[in-house]
């Protein structure tokens, strides 16, 4: 590839000085447009990191680039010196007998073996570093002794999560029982404590991971195990089952959300309470209304995301904190008399409002949750239908699907927009 050039026509060479500008330009372009692919801040990156632990598991990252990069520019440069050195100059070189093969130099062997423990050595070091301090809670450097962490306990489904607070319990319900505070999909956290996180399963091996904060530790049948992570500033982060667990393991997805004090304490207060309940008053003499919008069809892998979301998740997530206006009690009224009618109740638990299902993640707080179907779509009227109308269209082979097969459960267009409407009604 040295002398190319020389030996193509010259409509070739016009070809390729084209294509080099047609490169040269495009760089300059990605280069101009913000550098969003240089920076890899994605989603789920692993790059540009918001904690300790990811921070810690970075720098092994890197660590190991610079030691291959090193490896790979001398071995490239003697490679290149012997191309270029022994490279055969004319015809009768092409046809010469190679020269006298040396074997084994003393000096260059152990220089290679020498080198070689180098580099793993080099590697070694802050690779068990980082083993050690991720997997120990930190330890306060007044008294040694761990730091008191924030507990929340998280356990894999096909497929979604659920995250427990055990030490956090809801308010006392007509019985006076209390039980820890249970939500689904989204675990909020407060900032800049760390956090302890104890991962389980009920079926099959998952794996808990958010990029931008830690990972990844598996959820492992009948095997306690746990990881820690702290969130460095407020936040909305993506999270995601790392390990292959059936049909839906690649939409088998999650948020935390990061909180300074003050808002992680005023969650906690709301998610203690029962659920919200719309009271369904009608004026007398008045028509009750029943608000129904159009049917919209999906198509199958439709992005469930808007734009304006994408932009500020953690402000969309905060807009949800309150009843959204509009609400219609009629509509809302109907719903709920369909999640009983439609056994929703015999797999999902709606606190206060009779529902205790314990299969399906527990929406007692849905409506203010961002997102549905374990993180994929946006939780907006028209997602929710979407997804209530068929869900196995949206995450393939879940329980829920199954479950309108196997008990016969149809729902009408009207049918879908109530369930929606009193879903979302759950503040
Ligand atoms: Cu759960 Cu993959």
């Known amino acids: 590839m040295f002398h190319l ?21 495009l760089a300059g372009l990605m280069l101009l447009s913000g550098c969003e692919w240089w920076r890899m801040d994605g989603h789920q990156s ?60 003393p000096l260059v062997e152990l220089g290679l073996i020498g080198a070689s423990i180098l580099a793993l050595v080099i590697i070694a070091v802050p690779t068990l570093r980082s083993l050690w301090y991720t997997f120990e809670m930190p330890k306060d450097p007044a008294t040694g002794k761990p730091v008191e962490a924030y ?31 249970v939500t689904g999909n989204e675990l909020i956290i407060p900032v800049g404590r760390p956090v302890r996180i104890n991962v389980r399963t009920v079926d099959v091996i998952h794996s808990f991971w958010v990029p931008k904060l830690a990972g990844k530790v598996d959820m492992i049948p009948n095997r306690a195990n746990f990881l820690w992570l702290q969130a460095d500033k407020p936040g909305y982060y993506w999270g995601q089952c790392a390990e292959y667990c059936g ?33 369904n008053r009608t004026i007398a003499g008045a028509a009750p209304r029943a608000q129904f919008n159009a049917l919209r069809q999906f198509k199958t892998n439709e992005v469930g995301v808007s734009d304006k979301f994408d932009k500020d998740p953690l402000k969309a997530w ?19 008399e369909l999640f009983a009618q439609k056994t929703c109740v015999a797999c999902h638990a709606i606190r206060g409002h ?14 203010a949750r961002s997102t549905l179907a374990a993180g994929l779509i946006e939780n907006t009227p028209e997602q929710l239908q979407r997804w209530i109308r068929d869900p196995g269209s949206v995450k393939p082979g879940n329980k829920m699907a199954k479950g309108y097969i196997d008990n016969k459960i149809t729902l009408s267009n009207d049918e879908q927009v109530a369930l929606t409407a009193y879903l979302l009604s759950l503040k």
């Open 354 to 367: 009779g529902a205790a299902g314990v299969s399906g993640p527990d929406l007692t707080h849905f409506g």
């Open 151 to 181: 507990e929340v306990t998280a356990t894999g489904y096909q497929w979604w999560f659920k995250f427990e607070y055990p030490k956090e319990l809801t308010a006392p319900d007509a019985g006076g029982a209390r039980q820890p505070i």
């Open 247 to 279: 049909d839906s393991h690649a939409v088998m997805r999650f948020r935390v959300i990061a909180l300074a004090d003050k808002e992680f304490k005023a969650w906690l207060e709301n998610e203690a309470q029962p659920a919200r309940t719309v009271q």
């Open 5 to 25: 050039t020389p030996f193509l026509s010259s409509s070739a060479r016009t070809g390729l000085s084209r294509v080099g500008r047609i490169f040269a330009a």
């Open 46 to 105: 692993t790059i540009t990191v918001e904690g300790p632990v990811a921070r810690s598991q970075l720098h092994v990252f890197y660590v190991t680039c610079w030691v291959s990069l090193v490896i790979f520019i001398i071995v490239g440069s003697v490679l290149a010196y012997a191309m270029l050195k022994f490279r055969a100059k004319s015809a009768a070189d092409e046809h010469a007998e190679p020269p006298e093969q040396g074997h084994g130099n």
């Open 318 to 336: 905060q807009a949800l904190r309150d009843p959204q206006p509009g609400e219609d009690p009629v509509l809302i009224a109907k719903g709920r």
